[in-house]
C-alpha cells in the first residue's frame, strides 16, 4: 500500500469534515502507517460527534450522559421541546433491508428519524406539531409493507407521546417493556402499545411461584394432559372471542365461522381438562389469566 498517497487523502477527509488543515513532515514521520490510522480516526470521532443520528441513538439508549447530550444537541440545533412516538421494530436480523424500506415509505420526511440500534433492532423516531398521529395505524402498515416486500415479518412496539427530549429514553424503555411483554402474551399478534398491554403489564413480573400457586388453587391437575391443547392458540383465540361477545354462543359461532355445536363441543373440552365451565364469567376469567401464565411458564404443568 502506498502510505503516502493514502496520507494525502486522509488529509483531504480530515479538512472535510473539520475544516482543519494539517501537514505532516514525512521526515519525521517514524511510521507512516500509524499516522495515517490517527488521522483517521481524527475524522471518524468528529463526524461521530457531530452526527444527528448517533447522537440520538445514544441518548435514548442510555450512552451518554445529560450534560453531554444537551451540550452537543444544542449545537446540532435539535429541538428540546416536540411532541414525538418512539416505534422499536424487531427484524430477524435483517435491519439493513428493513430500513431500506422505510425511507422508500417515508421520503425525504423530515418528521422521522431512522436509527439503528443492532442488527436486528431499529428505532423509528416520529415528530408531529399538529394532528396527532395514530401509532397503532401506522406500525400496522409497516408491518405489512415490509411482509410484502421483503417477504419477512417483524414486531413493533411503541411508547406513549413525549413531549420534551429528555423523555425519550423513558419512551425507549417503555418500548422495550411493550416488546417484551407482547412477544410472550401477544400470540401471533405483531403490534404492541405501550397503552394496550393489557394484564400482561402486571403478570410478565409475576414470579414463577406465585403464577403456580394459582395454577394448582384453580385448575384440576388431574385432568390436565401432558400434552394438552386447551391452552393452545386456536382455544385461546376461541375463548378471548367468546369474552369479547360477553359469553353469547350464537354471536361467537358467527364471529368464528364455526358451527355453534362445534363451539360448545371446544368449550366442553376446556371443561373437561381443566375442571373450568368457561360459559360462567368467573370461570372464563380464571381460564383467560391462566392461559396467560402458561404462556410465561408451560412448565407448570409438565
Request: charge should be negative; glycine fraction near 4%; proline fraction near 3%.
Amino acid at each position: 500500500m502506498n502510505y503516502e498517497q493514502e496520507l494525502e487523502k486522509s488529509l483531504k477527509e480530515l479538512k472535510r469534515v473539520t475544516g482543519l488543515s494539517l501537514s505532516v513532515d514525512l521526515e519525521d514521520a517514524i511510521n507512516l502507517e500509524d499516522t495515517v490510522k490517527q488521522i483517521r480516526a481524527l475524522s471518524t470521532a468528529f463526524k461521530e460527534k457531530n452526527n444527528k443520528n448517533l447522537i440520538m441513538r445514544k441518548w435514548i439508549t442510555g450512552n451518554m450522559s445529560e450534560d453531554e447530550f444537551y451540550d452537543i444537541a444544542k449545537k446540532l440545533h435539535i429541538p428540546f421541546e416536540e411532541k414525538r412516538i418512539l416505534y422499536l421494530i424487531k427484524t430477524q436480523n435483517n435491519s439493513e433491508e428493513v430500513i431500506m424500506i422505510l425511507k422508500n415509505l417515508f421520503p425525504s420526511n423530515s418528521n422521522m428519524w431512522l436509527l439503528p440500534v443492532n442488527s436486528s433492532d431499529i428505532i423509528l423516531l416520529q415528530s408531529f406539531y399538529r394532528k396527532d398521529p395514530d401509532p397503532r395505524k401506522t406500525s400496522f402498515e409497516i408491518v405489512n409493507t415490509v411482509s410484502s416486500e421483503a417477504f419477512t415479518q417483524i414486531k413493533i412496539a411503541y411508547s406513549g407521546i413525549t413531549e420534551k427530549i429528555n423523555d425519550l429514553p423513558k419512551a425507549y424503555q417503555d418500548a422495550e417493556f411493550s416488546m417484551n411483554v407482547g412477544e410472550i402474551f401477544g400470540m401471533d399478534e405483531y403490534v404492541y402499545g405501550y397503552d394496550q398491554l393489557g394484564i400482561g403489564r402486571i403478570l410478565y413480573d409475576v414470579p414463577i411461584g406465585l403464577c403456580g400457586d394459582y395454577i394448582r388453587e384453580n385448575l384440576d391437575f388431574s385432568l390436565l394432559k401432558e400434552n394438552t391443547q386447551v391452552f393452545e392458540a386456536d382455544m385461546l383465540y376461541t375463548v378471548n372471542c367468546f369474552l369479547d361477545n360477553n359469553l353469547n354462543i350464537a354471536e361467537t359461532a358467527r364471529q368464528l365461522h364455526i358451527h355453534r355445536n362445534t363451539l360448545l363441543y371446544r368449550l366442553e373440552q376446556i371443561e373437561k381438562e381443566t375442571g373450568l365451565d368457561i360459559r360462567q364469567f368467573n370461570q372464563a376469567m380464571i381460564y383467560k389469566i391462566s392461559s396467560l401464565i402458561l404462556l410465561k411458564f408451560p412448565e407448570i404443568i409438565k
